[in-house]
């Protein structure tokens, strides 16, 4: 049955209404008409679903909506505010610094796993600021990409911990 | 053509294209004008702000088409790209350039968008002409305004000329294009216009796409289809199995089933729970039979191309070579599984989806529905990379019967083993090559049998709706044998070409994925070229240049030896018997027009098996590169695919069904395993331009084999080299 339950997505707490086993990512989608994270496997094994919960990066497609009561998700559209908070930065960027890089890098086909690569990156670069390639690979290999956009994306994590270094926090 | 223009104004249909459903179909349900090739108009609009909008038949499938094309507009009729717009595909206002494959939008879209922006500023010119009573020879024009060479305040905008009207020129071809001399954005890496909103998540997918009113579905249907011919067919539905969940219904049309539900994730489970028992025929060949069975098949056969005698010649050369090369089935597995909605009335229906051609999927549509065709309208949104043929017209139909059924838009999308169960598979292929050599090192005779079987042209959805017959695509290019990607780019005197058609229908669905057969071909005959030249004695690159005499064959195999700092020595010369051993090996291959070739460095574990990909490099030559950091791009993601199908990807099924069903049983590459990249591209200024989305696969493909071979003195038969096969493979060759 629907209940009624309050979730806090990109620091604003929503009133959605679904069945407390409904998967996180259909009412992200359908209720909160988000567009980060998206459908791909529905079974955890791809990450184009992925959202923060916490700072950590959670499968929204294997995660109960009532599972994420009290806690916070943030989505990619919440990503720069995140990011800004987390810097302290008076203000958010438009962009949070692993989208900037991957514009930089041009690391573009369809682009339908960036949701999931820049959520999972922004997570490493928030609790390892400088990683090394065997950490990101590490850290990434969860994402899958169809395009192989790989070899880009790992340049854009570096460029984005470049890019992140020196900013206040 | 009114209602065309209230369109544009809105901006074009990236806004989101139901929003316009009702100004647009208020207006034109029941008439729906095909757009008229013959008019400038059809192709290319000024607004009033003194931009452009160009219409433009091919949809982005993140290849890059929505800004390659556009820079050719913005070349030719002198504006920024900045001033050029472009708006999403749709029968009723995009002209039909034919469907988005076979690398075409550039190579085929390229051209016709070319004459008609010259031809289109020439109209605006001739108006200027008159506006500022100066002969058309003494105008001038940067971003959109014309001047009057030598006194620029003598000027006038396209936005003042026309902004707002029609041309009404007719679309003769007939106008001068620029030389390529002048170019000043084709050729340059012009950044995706995409990539802001694709970060952001702003970027319409059409998984994104709502409607008022719309329904959410789901198919049912058995996990991996069997063979193409026996479809599925239902025997029993348990209805109660999903009384549970409120809300939901069933929906069937002969063996077609479907669930729609208000709520999505209703209709995910329900789809999920309810108990259906099919019959299953056992009548495919399974993994293990698979090879043998095409290879003994009775099959239609035909000499692709012959010259000279290859016999003969193979009887006196010195040295022979002969091997055999079986390519698996391989899935589109598109990262996102397709995705449509449909709102069906009893006259009209409008559709959006991601077709690949838009016109065909009408035309299918329409027969389907029994509704007249003009009365079909069909929208293309963006969805995850494709790479051919994958399940997104099976998905359109699916959503069309489920709405026709129901009365109301509903919203399709297909579960993850959906898309990998029900694919029209890159087909497999069995290869034989015979290769002959003389003690110079020249190839003298050369010879490919090849077997496969062609496409499927019936979707899924309507097979099982309707009982549809399967059938076949006849034979063409990239479904057989290929003279431009077998032996021909190689100066060879006596060669002879033969394809095998085996029948289809016992098999699984076939379809294009990306560079049709040629990662297979390339397998079997670039590893024959390469073993000629370990018999010689030469270096593998320097038996190809030797062998090669066409200079832009030539001129992609130095590139790419040359970025890789290729060094002169004889493959297999430096084997080891440590646990890891490492090899590079050279290819060169295609799909169409363009010339690729490639260069793969890999690592062997002879223990587990396990081979990792650590460089490849990859050079294509596709003529006139409008955006070489586009077609960088695409050789990128080529190689990386490559690497992907080569060592990991094959679709498992047994004897009644598909059994790779989600990305643990049909693995690709991941972030661990992936290769550094160098991409080049060979620039030629003065040729015409042609397809970069494939050609440097096959290239790559044999390049992976060879450097397999180099680590290991062992030719592998079968692909992909998981560690089981590899293993074995050591282990008959003692090695
Ligand atoms: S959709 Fe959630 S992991 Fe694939
Ligand atoms: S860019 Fe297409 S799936 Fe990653």
Known sequence: MANELKIRVNEQVRTVTAAPDTPLLYVLSNELNLQGPRFGCGLGQCGSCSVLVNGVEMRSCQTRVSAVEGKSVTTLEGLPAWY?????????????????????????????????????????????????????????????????????????????????????? | MSSRREFLKTGGALVIGFSLRDELLGQQRGTAPGPDLRQIDTWIAIHSDNTATVHIGFCELGQGASTALPQIAAEELDLDMSQVKTVGLDT???????????????????????????????????????????????????????????????????????????????????????????????????ARRDMPAKVSGKHVYMQHVRVPGMMHARVVRPRGQGAYRDGAKVLNIDE???????????????????????????????????????????????????????????TQDRVVLEKGDVAGAIGKAAHMVSLTGRGPYQAHALFGPSCAIADVKTDSALIACTTSDVYSTRTNLARLLEIPVEKVQVQYYEGAGTYGHSCYEDAAQAAAILSQAVGKPVRLQFMRWDEHGWDNYGPAHVGEVRAAADSDGRIVAYEYNGWQHNWAVVETSAQLAFGTQAAERDGGAAQQV?????????????????????????????????????LSFSFASEQAIDE????????????????????????????????????????????????????????????????????????????????????????????????????????SGQLVQTVSRMLKEEVTFNKTNVTSLDWNSYPILRFEECPEITPIVVQRLNERSTGAGEEVMAGAAAAIANAFFDATGVRMQEYPFTPSRVLAALKKNGG
């Open chain 1, 84 to 169: 800004a908070a987390q810097k302290k930065l008076a203000q958010a960027p438009a962009l949070h610094p692993m989208q900037q890089a991957l514009i930089d890098e041009q690391a573009v086909q369809c682009g339908y796993c960036y949701n999931g690569m820049i959520v999972k990156a922004s997570e490493l670069l928030s609790k390892t600021p400088q990683p090394t390639e065997a950490q990101i690979r590490s850290a990434m290999n969860g994402h899958l990409c169809r395009c192989g956009t790989y070899p880009r994306i790992l340049k854009a994590v570096q460029r984005a911990s470049q890019m992140m270094k020196g900013v206040a926090k």
């Open chain 2, 92 to 190: 009723n206002v995009t002209p039909n350039q034919g469907g988005t494959f076979s690398s075409a939008s550039v190579a085929r879209g390229g051209p016709q968008i070319r004459t008609a922006a010259a031809e289109a500023r020439l109209a605006l010119l001739q108006l200027a002409s008159k506006r500022l009573d100066s002969p058309v020879d003494r105008l001038t024009v940067s971003k959109g305004i014309v001047s009057v060479r030598g006194i620029p305040n003598r000027s006038v905008t396209y936005g003042d000329l026309v902004g707002g009207n029609l041309f009404n020129v007719p679309f003769t071809g007939s106008a001068p294009v620029k030389p390529a001399t002048e170019y000043k954005l084709v050729g340059t890496p012009v």
């Open chain 2, 240 to 298: 109660s199995s999903i009384r549970s969940i409120a809300g939901v219904r069933l929906v069937r049309r002969g063996d077609f089933i479907g669930i729609v539900a208000e709520n999505e994730w209703d209709a995910v489970r329900a789809a999920q729970q309810l108990k259906v028992t099919w019959n299953l025929k056992p009548t495919l060949p399974g993994n293990d039979r698979l090879y043998d069975q095409m290879r003994a098949a009775e």
């Open chain 2, 482 to 518: 290929s003279p431009l990607n077998l032996g021909s780019m190689y100066d060879v005197p006596n060669l002879k070409l033969v394809n095998h058609r085996v029948p289809g229908l016992g098999y699984l669905k076939g379809g294009w994925l990306r560079s049709p057969l040629d």
């Open chain 2, 532 to 635: 000629l030249a370990y018999r010689v004695g030469m270096d593998p690159y320097a038996f190809r240049q030797r062998n090669i005499k066409d200079p832009r064959w030539l001129g992609v195999l130095d590139a790419v030896a040359k970025a890789a700092n290729w060094t002169t020595r004889r493959a297999a010369s430096n084997l080891s018997k440590a646990k890891v051993v490492t090899g590079r090996g050279i290819g060169v291959g295609t799909h169409l027009a363009s010339y690729g070739a490639a260069v793969a460095e890999i690592e062997v574990d002879k223990e587990t098996g396990r081979i990792r990909a650590k460089h490849m490099y990859g050079a294509i030559d596709a003529g006139l590169a409008v955006n070489p950091g586009n077609i960088e791009n695409q050789i």
